[in-house]
T-cell receptor, first 114, second 115 residues
Framework: GAGVSQSPSNKVTEKGKDVELRCDPISGHTALYWYRQSLGQGLEFLIYFQGNSAPDKSGLPSDRFSAERTGGSVSTLTIQRTQQEDSAVYLC????????????FGPGTRLTVT | DQQVKQNSPSLSVQEGRISILNCDYTNSMFDYFLWYKKYPAEGPTFLISISSIKDKNEDGRFTVFLNKSAKHLSLHIVPSQPGDSAVYFCAATTLEGGGADGLTFGKGTHLIIQP
């Protein structure tokens, strides 16, 4: 079946603009996760969804970041007033349930803020 | 403060030989560990995992060893093949967190298999 898909694959934006990143999880997966990978770093966990609910937003880097999930499926990560330090690859993953520790990753969105 | 450390940024191994990738962790609450493989421009792909109640888990050419007292795990690939050339990430989590803690990743080791 189809894996996790993300769009766009690449995004170049000017500092101060808002961007929206999209994630389509594997069908039937109830848990969804967002990570980012900055240059030379490991993956940094940002937020998870169980269904449409994100109980803990403390991992988001700043209040410019927000995420939502609708219909228990598609999720969007929005970054307002982008800064150069937001440049990174943003990865989405899903798992069958929150207790399924093996997460399946999408190809990521490479965000470049100029 | 890196809770999962992969101290070798890269590793070069001859085809057919054993590749050993190492990972250390500092958080004693971690009790479930995973290895992911990543090719350029693709997302990480799950390889193998191990729970802290075990010290070894094997899947084909891949074996993960866990030494809880040393807070160390390693991934062995035998025999190494050209398609194994990729970046390998070690990840850890707590079962008690029920997935809500996400996975904590190391920075990765770039494995290069030489013909």
């Amino acid at each position: 079946g189809a894996g996790v898909s993300q769009s766009p694959s690449n995004k170049v934006t000017e500092k101060g603009k808002d961007v929206e990143l999209r994630c389509d999880p594997i069908s039937g997966h109830t848990a969804l996760y967002w990570y980012r990978q900055s240059l030379g770093q490991g993956l940094e966990f940002l937020i998870y969804f169980q269904g449409n609910s994100a109980p803990d937003k403390s991992g988001l880097p700043s209040d410019r970041f927000s995420a939502e999930r609708t219909g228990g499926s598609v999720s969007t990560l929005t970054i307002q007033r982008t800064q150069q330090e937001d440049s990174a690859v943003y990865l989405c993953a899903s798992s069958l349930t929150l207790l399924s520790y093996e997460q399946y990753f999408g190809p990521g969105t490479r965000l470049t803020v100029t | 403060d890196q809770q999962v450390k992969q101290n070798s940024p890269s590793l070069s191994v001859q085809e057919g030989r054993i590749s050993i990738l190492n990972c250390d962790y500092t958080n004693s609450m971690f009790d479930y560990f995973l290895w992911y493989k990543k090719y350029p421009a693709e997302g990480p792909t799950f390889l193998i995992s191990i729970s802290s109640i075990k010290d070894k888990n094997e899947d084909g050419r891949f074996t993960v060893f866990l030494n809880k007292s040393a807070k160390h795990l390693s991934l062995h690939i035998v025999p190494s093949q050209p398609g194994d050339s990729a970046v390998y990430f070690c990840a850890a989590t707590t079962l008690e967190g029920g997935g809500a803690d996400g996975l904590t990743f190391g920075k990765g080791t770039h494995l290069i298999i030489q013909p």
